[in-house]
T-cell receptor, first 113, second 115 residues
Protein backbone atom coordinates (compact mmCIF):
# COMPACT_ATOMS: atom_id res chain seq x y z
CA UNK A 1 0.00 0.00 0.00
CA UNK A 2 1.20 3.49 -0.78
CA UNK A 3 1.78 5.93 2.01
CA UNK A 4 4.19 7.95 4.09
CA UNK A 5 6.33 6.43 6.79
CA UNK A 6 7.79 8.51 9.57
CA UNK A 7 10.25 7.08 12.03
CA UNK A 8 10.71 6.84 14.88
CA UNK A 9 7.33 7.52 16.43
CA UNK A 10 8.91 8.76 19.66
CA UNK A 11 12.34 10.34 20.00
CA UNK A 12 14.22 11.62 22.98
CA UNK A 13 17.16 13.95 22.65
CA UNK A 14 19.55 15.50 25.05
CA UNK A 15 20.06 19.22 24.89
CA UNK A 16 22.86 20.18 22.52
CA UNK A 17 22.45 17.15 20.26
CA UNK A 18 21.32 17.08 16.67
CA UNK A 19 18.68 14.54 15.72
CA UNK A 20 17.30 13.41 12.36
CA UNK A 21 13.69 12.50 11.70
CA UNK A 22 12.99 10.18 8.81
CA UNK A 23 10.23 10.58 6.22
CA UNK A 24 9.77 8.18 3.31
CA UNK A 25 6.94 8.06 0.76
CA UNK A 26 6.08 5.59 -1.98
CA UNK A 27 3.28 7.60 -3.53
CA UNK A 28 5.49 8.99 -6.30
CA UNK A 29 4.64 12.48 -5.08
CA UNK A 30 6.87 15.30 -6.26
CA UNK A 31 6.50 17.55 -3.24
CA UNK A 32 7.23 16.90 0.40
CA UNK A 33 6.68 19.03 3.48
CA UNK A 34 7.63 19.20 7.14
CA UNK A 35 5.28 20.69 9.70
CA UNK A 36 5.62 21.29 13.39
CA UNK A 37 2.58 20.96 15.63
CA UNK A 38 2.35 22.57 19.06
CA UNK A 39 -0.74 22.54 21.26
CA UNK A 40 -3.18 25.27 20.25
CA UNK A 41 -1.04 26.49 17.35
CA UNK A 42 -2.04 24.29 14.48
CA UNK A 43 0.55 23.23 11.93
CA UNK A 44 3.45 25.46 11.00
CA UNK A 45 5.56 24.89 7.92
CA UNK A 46 9.26 24.23 8.51
CA UNK A 47 10.59 23.29 5.05
CA UNK A 48 9.22 22.06 1.78
CA UNK A 49 10.63 20.56 -1.39
CA UNK A 50 8.99 20.58 -4.80
CA UNK A 51 11.68 18.55 -6.59
CA UNK A 52 14.76 16.51 -5.83
CA UNK A 53 17.83 18.48 -4.76
CA UNK A 54 15.79 21.59 -4.09
CA UNK A 55 14.02 22.81 -0.95
CA UNK A 56 12.70 26.04 0.49
CA UNK A 57 12.31 27.48 3.96
CA UNK A 58 8.90 27.74 5.50
CA UNK A 59 7.76 29.98 8.32
CA UNK A 60 9.88 28.49 11.09
CA UNK A 61 13.03 27.08 9.44
CA UNK A 62 15.52 28.40 11.99
CA UNK A 63 17.28 25.59 13.80
CA UNK A 64 16.26 22.97 11.24
CA UNK A 65 17.85 21.54 8.11
CA UNK A 66 16.67 19.17 5.38
CA UNK A 67 17.90 17.32 2.32
CA UNK A 68 16.15 15.88 -0.71
CA UNK A 69 18.56 13.55 -2.43
CA UNK A 70 15.86 11.11 -3.49
CA UNK A 71 12.28 11.66 -4.51
CA UNK A 72 11.08 9.25 -1.85
CA UNK A 73 12.95 10.69 1.10
CA UNK A 74 12.92 14.03 2.94
CA UNK A 75 14.73 13.79 6.29
CA UNK A 76 14.56 16.62 8.80
CA UNK A 77 17.44 17.41 11.15
CA UNK A 78 16.65 19.27 14.33
CA UNK A 79 19.86 21.00 15.29
CA UNK A 80 21.08 22.22 18.64
CA UNK A 81 20.31 25.75 17.42
CA UNK A 82 16.59 25.09 17.68
CA UNK A 83 15.63 26.74 20.97
CA UNK A 84 12.47 24.82 21.71
CA UNK A 85 12.52 21.55 19.77
CA UNK A 86 10.04 19.56 21.85
CA UNK A 87 7.02 19.14 19.55
CA UNK A 88 5.13 16.82 17.26
CA UNK A 89 6.55 16.73 13.74
CA UNK A 90 4.47 15.80 10.73
CA UNK A 91 5.72 14.99 7.25
CA UNK A 92 3.42 15.30 4.24
CA UNK A 93 3.64 14.78 0.51
CA UNK A 94 1.64 15.95 -2.48
CA UNK A 95 1.59 16.43 -6.24
CA UNK A 96 3.31 19.80 -6.06
CA UNK A 97 0.30 22.07 -5.96
CA UNK A 98 -1.08 22.53 -2.49
CA UNK A 99 -4.60 22.92 -3.86
CA UNK A 100 -4.69 19.16 -4.36
CA UNK A 101 -4.08 18.51 -0.69
CA UNK A 102 -1.56 16.37 1.11
CA UNK A 103 -1.06 12.88 2.43
CA UNK A 104 0.36 12.90 5.94
CA UNK A 105 2.59 10.55 7.88
CA UNK A 106 1.75 9.49 11.42
CA UNK A 107 4.24 11.88 12.97
CA UNK A 108 7.24 11.84 15.29
CA UNK A 109 7.02 13.16 18.82
CA UNK A 110 10.35 14.68 19.80
CA UNK A 111 11.13 15.36 23.44
CA UNK A 112 14.26 17.10 24.63
CA UNK A 113 15.44 15.81 27.99
CA UNK B 1 -2.08 36.92 3.47
CA UNK B 2 -4.20 33.85 3.83
CA UNK B 3 -5.45 32.97 7.28
CA UNK B 4 -7.67 30.36 8.87
CA UNK B 5 -9.41 30.78 12.21
CA UNK B 6 -10.94 28.00 14.24
CA UNK B 7 -12.27 29.83 17.25
CA UNK B 8 -13.38 26.72 19.12
CA UNK B 9 -10.38 25.25 20.89
CA UNK B 10 -12.22 22.35 22.51
CA UNK B 11 -15.73 20.98 22.26
CA UNK B 12 -17.23 18.22 24.37
CA UNK B 13 -20.51 16.51 23.53
CA UNK B 14 -22.37 13.41 24.53
CA UNK B 15 -22.77 10.62 22.02
CA UNK B 16 -25.62 11.10 19.53
CA UNK B 17 -25.53 14.87 19.82
CA UNK B 18 -24.96 16.94 16.70
CA UNK B 19 -21.92 19.20 16.71
CA UNK B 20 -20.68 21.95 14.39
CA UNK B 21 -17.05 22.94 14.06
CA UNK B 22 -16.52 26.47 12.81
CA UNK B 23 -13.94 27.63 10.29
CA UNK B 24 -13.48 31.20 9.06
CA UNK B 25 -10.89 32.08 6.45
CA UNK B 26 -9.27 35.12 4.88
CA UNK B 27 -7.87 35.34 1.39
CA UNK B 28 -7.43 37.86 -1.40
CA UNK B 29 -7.34 35.19 -4.05
CA UNK B 30 -10.47 34.44 -6.05
CA UNK B 31 -9.42 30.85 -6.63
CA UNK B 32 -8.75 28.85 -3.53
CA UNK B 33 -9.43 25.52 -1.93
CA UNK B 34 -10.63 24.65 1.54
CA UNK B 35 -9.95 21.43 3.39
CA UNK B 36 -10.91 19.59 6.53
CA UNK B 37 -8.59 17.05 8.11
CA UNK B 38 -9.15 14.77 11.08
CA UNK B 39 -6.30 13.93 13.47
CA UNK B 40 -7.15 10.90 15.63
CA UNK B 41 -5.00 10.00 18.65
CA UNK B 42 -2.68 8.00 16.39
CA UNK B 43 -1.36 11.29 15.02
CA UNK B 44 -1.69 11.27 11.24
CA UNK B 45 -3.97 13.79 9.58
CA UNK B 46 -6.72 12.13 7.59
CA UNK B 47 -8.25 13.96 4.65
CA UNK B 48 -11.99 14.53 4.91
CA UNK B 49 -12.98 16.99 2.21
CA UNK B 50 -11.68 19.47 -0.36
CA UNK B 51 -13.84 22.25 -1.75
CA UNK B 52 -12.93 24.88 -4.34
CA UNK B 53 -14.03 28.50 -4.18
CA UNK B 54 -16.38 28.19 -7.14
CA UNK B 55 -18.45 25.42 -5.65
CA UNK B 56 -20.67 26.61 -2.82
CA UNK B 57 -22.86 23.57 -2.77
CA UNK B 58 -23.11 21.98 0.62
CA UNK B 59 -21.79 18.46 0.86
CA UNK B 60 -23.00 15.49 2.85
CA UNK B 61 -21.09 12.30 3.42
CA UNK B 62 -22.83 9.97 5.81
CA UNK B 63 -22.98 11.68 9.20
CA UNK B 64 -20.66 14.45 8.01
CA UNK B 65 -21.78 17.62 6.26
CA UNK B 66 -20.07 20.81 5.24
CA UNK B 67 -21.54 24.28 4.79
CA UNK B 68 -19.51 26.63 2.59
CA UNK B 69 -20.58 30.27 2.56
CA UNK B 70 -18.41 32.73 0.65
CA UNK B 71 -20.50 35.65 1.91
CA UNK B 72 -19.27 35.01 5.44
CA UNK B 73 -15.95 33.35 4.48
CA UNK B 74 -16.89 30.27 6.42
CA UNK B 75 -16.57 26.56 5.85
CA UNK B 76 -18.25 24.85 8.78
CA UNK B 77 -18.29 21.15 9.49
CA UNK B 78 -21.19 19.35 11.16
CA UNK B 79 -21.21 15.86 12.58
CA UNK B 80 -24.68 14.44 13.05
CA UNK B 81 -25.36 11.87 15.75
CA UNK B 82 -21.79 11.98 16.99
CA UNK B 83 -19.99 8.83 18.05
CA UNK B 84 -17.07 8.18 20.38
CA UNK B 85 -14.91 7.38 17.33
CA UNK B 86 -15.38 10.96 16.17
CA UNK B 87 -13.18 12.12 19.04
CA UNK B 88 -10.17 13.78 17.43
CA UNK B 89 -8.61 17.10 16.57
CA UNK B 90 -10.09 18.61 13.42
CA UNK B 91 -8.19 21.05 11.24
CA UNK B 92 -9.52 23.41 8.63
CA UNK B 93 -7.02 24.50 5.96
CA UNK B 94 -6.82 26.91 3.03
CA UNK B 95 -4.74 26.77 -0.13
CA UNK B 96 -4.60 29.59 -2.66
CA UNK B 97 -4.12 28.94 -6.36
CA UNK B 98 -1.62 31.80 -6.64
CA UNK B 99 0.34 30.74 -3.58
CA UNK B 100 1.33 27.29 -4.54
CA UNK B 101 3.86 26.62 -1.85
CA UNK B 102 1.86 26.65 1.31
CA UNK B 103 -1.33 25.44 2.86
CA UNK B 104 -2.50 27.39 5.90
CA UNK B 105 -4.00 25.48 8.78
CA UNK B 106 -6.22 26.66 11.55
CA UNK B 107 -5.25 25.97 15.15
CA UNK B 108 -7.55 22.96 15.28
CA UNK B 109 -10.60 22.05 17.35
CA UNK B 110 -10.36 19.16 19.78
CA UNK B 111 -13.66 17.27 19.81
CA UNK B 112 -14.41 14.87 22.63
CA UNK B 113 -17.46 12.67 22.33
CA UNK B 114 -18.45 11.04 25.60
CA UNK B 115 -20.43 7.82 25.76
Amino acid sequence: DGGITQSPKYLFRKEGQNVTLSCEQNLNHDAMYWYRQDPGQGLRLIYYSQIVNDFQKGDIAEGYSVSREKKESFPLTVTSAQKNPTAFYLCASGWGQTVYGYTFGSGTRLTVV
Amino acid sequence: AQKVTQAQTEISVVEKEDVTLDCVYETRDTTYYLFWYKQPPSGELVFLIRRNSFDEQNEISGRYSWNFQKSTSSFNFTITASQVVDSAVYFCALSEWDNNNDMRFGAGTRLTVKP
